[in-house]
């Protein structure tokens, strides 16, 4: 390829389109603490996700530590090994410790048959992730934390503008945090939100975003700074401009790739699990044994050809040396997402990526010794 391809690359609305939300900024002179921008965004992104209340962050991961602590979780919390860092470090910041339980072999989510075998009297809630923007199995998971009195909330970094049967994923759970950095479907540039049910909560989470501060002379709770700027606030705006288009690029794309790679061996494209409204925010696939090349093979192979696909999630957070010391680290009780993180690579996909080059992608995983 003349240009290299990376595994996803940020959607840019026109600049000039851009310049008119920094104009009013400008004019208004507030930069950020709940502008009329942060504001906006707020209310139109509860109405585009179809959820309730939505209380904005600058990153997804200051959105899951406040989420936490919001909360008040304590003690264990189950969660996935197959996932980005920030979903155990969130834990860990916290003072809480992770407990790993392996994942569904088709959805490659949390795998709540596995969940009630990791549960002790110091289990205080669950953290799935909707994996690749796929539903968990979030009616088997809400009945296991209805049993055990336990909290759940919802890794959704990856799921903006996902869709079940019942409206949004996002509402699932006690809460939901979602990610909004530079290579997710839907970006500020970096930022970050969390779900909320209702008002009480939602103020309850702005106090803690904000240093715990009522008004000039009360702070109610140890809070961080976790407010989302009013630049960062007039991206998403313009960008919610933009999403249909957006979403309508991806999955394109995804199809194009179905098309091309349905009957390659030893290829697998990870299926769906039960959205009625896919964002298509990954591309992955699973390198089989049936396939000429190792997964690591494929991917240096598509990288000498100016390809730079990721395994995403290898290794697993489990292996880690702030985690693998940890019983429930162990691979032996995680023999799913260890044999999934062998196996996985994501391929190339972002609204720009043209259809030649979809094609040059294909064809090299199609025929890999030819090149």
Not at 114 to 121: C, G, L
Not at 327 to 340: C, D, F, I, Y
């Given at each position: 390829m003349k240009e290299p391809i990376y595994v996803t690359q940020p959607y840019l609305p026109p600049l000039e389109e851009f310049t008119e939300y920094l104009q009013k900024i400008w004019d208004d002179k507030r930069l950020t603490n709940n502008g009329p921008m942060h504001q906006k965004l707020e209310n139109e992104l509860c109405e585009y996700l179809g959820v309730p209340e939505i209380a904005l962050f600058n990153n997804g991961t200051i959105a899951l530590l406040t989420a936490l602590q919001a909360l008040r979780i304590t003690g264990e919390v189950i969660t996935t090994p197959y996932s980005f860092v920030a979903t155990a470090h969130s834990l860990l910041w916290n003072g809480i410790s992770p407990v790993f339980v392996d994942i569904n072999p088709d959805?490659?989510?949390?795998?709540?048959?596995?969940?009630?075998?990791?549960?002790?009297?110091?289990?205080?809630?669950?953290?799935?992730?909707?994996?690749?923007?796929?539903?968990?199995?979030v009616k088997a998971i809400q009945e296991i934390a209805d049993n055990y009195n336990l909290k759940v909330i919802y890794d959704a970094a990856h799921a903006f503008g996902v869709q079940d049967e019942g409206g949004s994923v996002l509402r699932h759970g006690d809460l939901s945090a979602i990610s909004f950095h530079a290579t997710k479907v839907f970006n500020t540039f970096e930022g970050g939100a969390i779900v909320c049910p209702d008002a009480k909560t939602k103020q309850r989470i702005n106090n803690l975003k904000n240093f715990g501060i009522v008004d000039e002379v009360t702070v109610v709770a140890p809070g961080i700074n976790g407010k989302m700027s009013e630049v960062n606030a007039a991206f998403g705006l313009l960008q919610l401009q933009h999403i249909e288009h957006v979403l309508a690029s991806r999955k394109e794309i995804a199809q194009l790739y179905g098309e091309y790679l349905s009957s390659v061996s030893g290829i697998t494209v990870v299926p769906h699990s039960g959205q009625t409204v896919s964002n298509h925010a990954y591309y992955p696939i699973l390198v089989g044994e049936e396939y000429p090349l190792t997964r690591d093979e494929l991917y240096q192979k598509l990288k000498d050809n100016g390809i730079f696909g990721r395994r995403y999630f290898?290794?697993?957070?489990?292996?880690?040396?702030?985690?693998?010391?940890?019983?429930?680290?162990?691979?032996?009780?995680?023999?799913?997402?260890?044999?999934?993180?062998?196996?996985?690579?994501?391929?190339?996909?972002?609204?720009?990526l043209d259809h030649l080059a979809i094609e040059k992608i294909s064809d090299i995983i199609a025929n890999p010794h030819s090149f």
């Open positions: 959805t490659l989510n949390l795998d709540p048959k596995k969940i009630e075998a990791a549960i002790t009297p110091h289990t205080s809630a669950i953290m799935p992730v909707h994996c690749y923007g796929n539903p968990c199995d290898y290794p697993l957070i489990s292996e880690f040396s702030m985690y693998r010391g940890m019983p429930s680290a162990a691979p032996e009780n995680l023999p799913v997402a260890s044999g999934v993180a062998e196996k996985i690579l994501c391929l190339p996909i972002y609204p720009t």
